[in-house]
């Protein structure tokens, strides 16, 4: 079951990496089109705040597909020279810091989203987009990453409790080790 998961997860999570990818593909070509009407003598104008945007979108939902990836920096100068079960317990607590942090992070982007929702806050430039507008998808992200970091802790935690923390591996485990293993 918890193996079940965490390939519904990364399923889940290069589909949302799919979809980030086309709108980076998008924003580079739209400000690529700016650049070259600007050699022309005219502008879209704002693809400095739109560029802004589609990064903090493409950070938010992209950590999420980095966690199932195992793409996040790690030292692992002890658990490298570890039995697989302490391994195990010390990417157990890497990713329950890692969903703690995340968690945090979600509770407390929250207050800036409904902040912009109750105010109807704009930017401060010349587009005035709706902020939440941009911080909604963002938030959403960040929620995202939380809810996929919680679940495949929880799987990870239901492997080790039932003696399988060797299967832990390929979804907690670090990448460079990943090569080691197969």
């Given at each position: 079951m918890e193996l079940k998961l965490i390939e519904g997860l990364r399923t889940l999570n290069r589909g949302v990496a799919?979809?980030?990818g086309l709108g980076l593909l998008g924003c580079a070509?739209?400000?690529l089109l700016?650049?070259?009407l600007r050699q022309v003598g005219t502008s879209f104008g704002g693809t400095e705040e739109i560029a802004g945007y589609a990064?903090?979108?493409a950070t938010s939902w992209g950590m999420s597909f980095t966690l199932v990836e195992l793409g996040h920096v790690r030292i692992?100068?002890?658990r490298s020279r570890s039995n697989s079960f302490v391994r195990s317990l010390f990417d157990i607590f890497s990713m329950i810091v890692v969903s703690a942090t995340v968690i945090f992070i979600a509770i407390k982007a929250?207050?800036?989203v409904a902040r912009?929702?109750?105010n109807g806050s704009r930017a401060n430039t010349p587009l005035e987009t709706p902020l939440a507008?941009?911080?909604l998808p963002w938030f959403a992200g960040w929620v995202w990453f939380a809810t996929v970091s919680s679940l495949i802790t929880l799987a990870a935690l239901s492997l080790i409790v039932k003696r399988r923390h060797a299967e832990t591996e390929g979804f907690i485990g670090a990448f460079a080790e990943q090569d080691m293993l197969q």
């Open positions: 799919i979809l980030v070509g739209f400000v700016d650049i070259i990064m903090a979108l692992d100068l002890l929250w207050p800036v912009s929702l109750a507008w941009v911080q």
